[in-house]
């Protein structure tokens, strides 16, 4: 799911040639007039992604917050400047300030590079960068062998300016950090010759770095950077203590913040489903209302937009609709807790009225690798919770369970006791999801698996379960009921990887789910595109509620330069119907972003309808139409081009009794076939409900299954509306809205 492309501009860089072995460097990154100033006159290069498939150039992300000036915002994945041809003085002193806004996981064991001179001729190479947490290390690499200088006391402040200080004279390094000297040693390694050739300089990423694809690279940094000096010993310059003061105390959180408005000209990037403001996200999870504010966290990488480093990003709302972005709420970090990632979760008010956060803790260090642990808000009087804090609290996997394959907590209260389930596997038995219990949500024991199928009869639902919910329903008049649904996402072995479902109980006395039928069932027959299940039950009105997250499928699209990756589904809500079968539908909240009615009819010919729709464009609509079923095919295509050569068509398919999503372009980004909802052979009468947003389509079907896939057109005029059917077709009902977008902005 992970494509690339780059686009880069040619600038320049300030280079004086102080004597043939020496050049002395000074960067101020002062704006745009600063580069177009020093580029008619010196070769270099500064690539970054231009944010949007549409774009010809790269998108630059200068910042007014500099330590001088300005500084340059490096985005974590594709900014980085090349220099050729520098000279490095066997003895020099460097020095620069960095703002780090978050810490590359050292993938491949490899340093971040923020200074990076290399020979472009052999494999040897001097790096100033940094290792996991943002400890800063100086490296020296030749072929196969490498040695590092860093100690304990060597890390970075996150969000805010450091100063870094580097002085070599003779054998000797000497490194200052804030202008505290934090190191002093020597190489052993000889590398006497790599003075006074010809370097390349590469500033932001390692010049061997790790990563996939053509250009998809690790080992990047993403923070502020300013003021790089390379010069001779004495020659940079000392820091007044009380400047350096004020500089690290400036605000930066505004210049630091993952801008969502440099997206402004990418055109499949939803308006109205939820986004991170910027790069990969995954499964929103930990649904949370608290002090008259619903909460949505969601699995997050602030380096790009492709799975790694994960950190918990954190949305906040009124309605579960018009959301805001907050600070990302849990980050991995040094010691023994989450150093290595941290994974999906769930939340839930505690005893004293405290909200949790359940989440998944990753440590690479422990034989079992995962473990469930809790973060507490650090001021619940604050509306937004923005500040979250880790526990000491773990879960461990129990014995029994398959290993390293413990994930995804979810935590539920029958009367008076707290339920807790993570999604694991047993060998030869398939997924399933262990069951602890709790007096207070703090103390835990294991008690049995929650719930095993028959993994020979049903081998799809794989070797583990990730994801699992487990959620109480009531019926669509909003009474309580004894059942529950039981969610999981199958993975491994033979799985169909999936959300499937079970309507059943909760034996208390044995502590186990017991399904009304042991088969499973598809909410959404999308194909992998309705994916990462969570959900709650809002305290304010008793609903139950699903979110999930909508894959992007991007086949060859090229999400480098798009620089997002997925969304948000809409959230549904979850009922029982008469026959205790689950029904679901977007929530009411979403009609408030209902624009204008652009057509609405009843009891209309296919004709008439037609005719209103010859003036209706767009890829940002509501569709909601109803019609008898018959022996015809009827429906509607949208997106569709002038000529008719694109388009995508939603239509009932009487021989196979499903509803049908298929589409028709040049040149598709992936291999694609028809996909198909059974609506069962009863349904005398069809309600679907299309909901449009840039290259998202989501499809409800009588409130009882779900398409949820992508539309990638490239064709500008591909928004066009036609009904489909017999020429005497009606519908009894034929609406269209225009839709607005989220009107995103952050928490203060």
Not at 691 to 706: A, G, P, T
Request: proline letters at 5%; one cysteine or more.
């Amino acid at each position: 799911m992970f494509r690339t492309a780059l686009f880069f501009g040619i600038l320049s860089l300030f280079t004086k040639v102080v004597s043939s072995q020496q050049a002395e460097l000074n960067l101020s990154f002062d704006g745009t007039d600063w580069w177009e100033n020093f580029q008619k006159n010196n070769q270099a290069e500064l690539f970054n992604s231009s944010y949007s498939l549409n774009g010809s150039k790269p998108q630059y992300l200068w910042k007014k917050q500099g330590v001088e000036n300005e500084s340059l915002l490096f985005d974590g994945y594709s900014t980085y400047l090349e220099i050729e041809n520098v000279e490095l003085n066997s003895d020099f002193e460097l020095s620069f300030w960095f703002a780090p806004r978050a810490f590359d996981s050292a993938i491949g064991n490899k340093v971040s590079s923020i200074l990076d001179f290399y020979s472009p001729r052999d494999t040897t190479a001097l790096r100033i960068g940094l290792l996991k947490h943002g400890q800063l290390a100086i490296e020296y690499e030749q072929g196969v062998t490498s040695e590092r200088l860093t100690n304990e006391e060597s890390y970075l402040d996150k969000n805010r300016w450091n100063y870094v200080s580097i002085k070599k004279i003779g054998d000797e390094i000497n490194l200052r950090i804030n202008d505290e000297y934090v190191l002093e040693e020597s190489f052993v390694l000889d590398f006497k010759n790599f003075f006074g050739e010809k370097l390349n300089l590469r500033i932001g990423r390692n010049s061997n770095a790790s990563g996939f694809g053509e250009k998809f690279k690790f080992n990047m940094i993403s923070g502020l950077l300013d003021e790089i000096k390379i010069a001779k010993p004495g020659e940079t310059g000392e820091v007044n203590g009380n400047d350096l003061i004020d500089i690290r105390n400036q605000e930066l959180q505004m210049a630091l913040r993952l801008d969502y408005s440099k997206y402004s000209k990418e055109p499949f990037k939803p308006a109205y489903h939820a986004t991170a403001p910027a790069h990969w996200m995954n499964e929103p999870h930990a649904p949370l209302y608290y002090n008259g504010k619903y909460h949505l966290f969601y699995q997050h990488n602030p380096f790009g937009p492709y799975w790694g480093q994960i950190h918990w990003g954190h949305w906040v709302s009124d309605d579960m609709i018009n959301w805001k972005h907050a600070e990302i709420a849990l980050a991995p970090e040094k010691g023994h807790m989450a150093p290595d990632g941290i994974w999906s979760g769930s939340a839930y008010v505690g005893p004293e009225n405290v909200p949790m956060l359940f989440y998944t803790a990753g440590n690479l260090s422990k034989e079992q690798n995962q473990y469930t642990s809790i973060a507490i808000p650090r001021d619940t009087t604050d509306k937004n919770l923005k500040v979250w804090e880790k526990t000491n609290i773990i879960v461990d996997k129990p014995e029994g369970y398959k290993r390293n394959e413990f994930r995804d907590p979810f935590v539920f209260q029958v009367e008076d006791k707290y339920y807790l389930i993570v999604g694991s596997g047993i060998e030869g038995k398939g997924g399933t999801a262990p069951l602890f219990e709790s007096e207070d949500a703090i103390n835990w024991s294991y008690v049995n698996p929650f719930y095993i199928s028959d993994i020979e009869k049903y081998p799809f639902l794989g070797g583990i379960w990730e994801l699992p919910v487990f959620l109480p329903l009531r019926r669509e008049d909003g009474t309580k009921t004894e059942k529950y649904a039981f969610l999981v996402l199958p993975l491994r072995n033979e799985a169909d990887v999936e959300v499937f479902y079970w309507i059943g109980e909760f034996n208390q006395d044995k502590k186990q789910f017991v399904p009304d039928d042991p088969k499973p069932k598809l909410m959404d027959y999308g194909d992998f595109g309705f994916t990462g299940p969570s959900g709650f039950v809002d305290p304010k009105t008793g609903r139950t509620i699903v979110f999930s997250i909508a894959q992007g499928k991007y086949g060859n699209l090229d999400n480098y330069d798009m620089g997002w990756a997925h969304n948000a589904g809409l959230p549904v809500e979850l009922w029982l119907n008469e026959s205790k079968e689950l029904r679901f539908a977007p929530i009411e909240e979403i009609k408030s972003l209902r624009g204008e009615q652009l057509i609405s009819c009843n009891n209309c010919s296919k004709e008439s309808i037609n005719t209103d729709l010859n003036e209706v464009i767009g890829d940002q609509l509501e569709i909601e139409m109803k019609f008898k079923v018959s022996n015809s095919s009827q429906g509607i295509e949208v997106r569709r081009s002038k000529s008719g050569f694109t388009k995508a068509m939603i239509y009932y398919e009487p021989e196979t009794k499903s509803v049908v999503f298929d589409k028709v372009q040049k040149n598709p980004e992936r291999d694609f076939k028809a996909l198909k909802a059974p609506i069962g052979d009863d349904v005398t009468e069809l309600n679907i409900r299309v909901f449009l947003d840039r290259s998202m389509v989501e499809i409800y079907i009588n409130n009882k299954v779900s398409i949820t896939d992508r539309i990638y057109f490239p064709v500008e005029d591909a928004t066009g509306l036609e009904i489909t059917g017999p020429e005497n077709s009606k519908l009894e009902k034929f609406s269209v809205w225009r839709m607005n977008g989220i009107d995103w902005k952050y928490v203060e």
